[in-house]
């Protein structure tokens, strides 16, 4: 318990200090302390995040740090939720990286790309039986990307460019 | 760019087969359950060229679609391997094809193929499919991706698409062997009961 209280006390202070200096380093931070508490679920807990009924669009992408188109249009699904943000569209990043890489790997690359959108983990090998859930058609290749609101729903095994994104998305704004 | 290619081509395919469904009309369409596999000529990373004919006393295959860069891939590589060595004696051997570009994977060119053949101890052919011709009639989408054909009259049918089994993590704790149960199957004369399934993949870079 005393060593917990230290590495908090030493995460908030360095918040603090990080904050008063600069501004963007605090996000950074901020960013980081979040991702000591990934969130990992398996396939039954992850679906109500594929299922939300409320007014918002949400933008769903199934992705992996090992995945190169992925990793590459990753800041394409960062600028939607910065853009997008205020017109009620919430971006949700669900990794498919290892377990054994949760470490090494995915929290080292949320912290240095500064991720905004809310990141979680889908640990479920058992892919023949939830794959056919997230959408019938998705052969299990990723990048994937679902963007869904109460009456409309759209899954795309495919990599996108911004333009294609913003496009599709801009469907469901209407 | 070449993916909205390769969705308008797909598009293009489902209108085509919508205007001509003629049964067993397999041009432009990539196999299901039950299709004949077209041959193919493919070359291995020893510089030769193999095809499904080649293999004079199979009785089918076990066609996997593999590469160097994929980690799903490389996670089944052993587990590959073993499907050879238990299979092949019995008439199933597999054939390992890389279907990637490489321009875009360089990590999976002929030898960087040739390396992690030798390093891995392939006992079966690692085959580029470097027109990329074959992976889309075969309809892999992914690496890892198997496929299972059968030896019948009118040629090899395909009879399993998907996965090698339900773990990728661990083979130690697998449930179900799905490409195993399939070629058991086919090996006592029977149908094959789980005749397809999904599992996570690296996509094909086309």
Not at chain 1, 61 to 88: G, H, I, M, R, S
Not at chain 2, 14 to 27: H, K
Not at chain 2, 113 to 132: C, V
């Amino acid at each position: 318990m005393n060593k917990l209280s230290v590495i908090l006390f030493l995460i908030v202070s360095n918040l603090l200090i990080f904050s008063c200096a600069n501004k963007n380093n605090k996000v950074v931070e901020s960013v980081q302390v979040k991702d000591d508490n990934l969130e990992i679920y398996d396939f039954k807990e992850i679906s109500k995040f594929l299922n939300n009924k409320d007014d918002k669009v949400y933008v769903v992408n199934f992705w992996a740090t090992w995945c190169a188109p992925c990793v590459k249009e990753l800041p394409y699904f960062e600028k939607v939720q910065a853009e997008y943000k205020d017109k009620n569209v919430e971006v949700l990043l669900i990794s498919l990286d290892f377990p054994h890489q949760f470490e090494s790997k995915l929290k080292p690359f949320i912290k240095n790309k500064g991720l905004k959108s809310k990141v979680i983990v889908l640990d479920d090998v058992d892919s023949n039986s939830w794959i056919p859930k997230v959408d019938k058609d998705w052969s299990g290749s990723i990048p994937a990307t679902i963007i869904y609101s109460n009456n409309s729903r759209k899954f795309y095994e495919k990599s996108f460019t911004y333009d294609e994104l913003e496009e599709e998305l801009k469907n469901f704004l209407n | 760019m070449s993916k909205t290619i390769k969705l308008l081509g797909v598009v293009f395919i489902v209108l085509l087969i919508g205007a001509f469904s003629v049964p067993n009309n397999n041009v432009g369409e990539s196999y299901k359950i039950g299709d004949i596999a077209e041959d193919f000529s493919l070359e291995n990373i020893d510089g030769k060229m193999v095809s499904l004919s080649d293999y004079k006393k199979a009785k089918g295959f076990i066609i996997t679609f593999t590469c160097n860069t994929c980690p799903y891939a490389v996670m089944y590589e052993d587990r590959i391997v073993e499907l050879d060595k238990k299979y092949a004696p019995k008439g199933y051997p597999v054939i390992a094809i890389m279907p990637n570009n490489i321009s875009k994977k360089p990590g999976d060119n002929l030898n960087a193929m040739k390396q992690r053949a030798e390093s891995k101890g392939f006992t079966f052919p690692y085959l580029i499919d470097a027109k990329q011709e074959v992976y889309p009639k075969f309809g892999a989408t992914k690496t890892p991706h198997v496929f299972v054909l059968n030896k019948t009259k009118s040629g090899f049918a395909v009879e399993y698409i998907g996965a090698i089994d339900d773990n990728y993590k661990d083979a130690s704790a697998v449930n179900i062997k799905y490409v195993e149960n399939a070629v058991d199957a086919l090996i006592e004369g029977n149908e094959v009961i789980q005749k397809e399934t999904r599992a996570i993949g690296c996509g094909i870079k086309a």
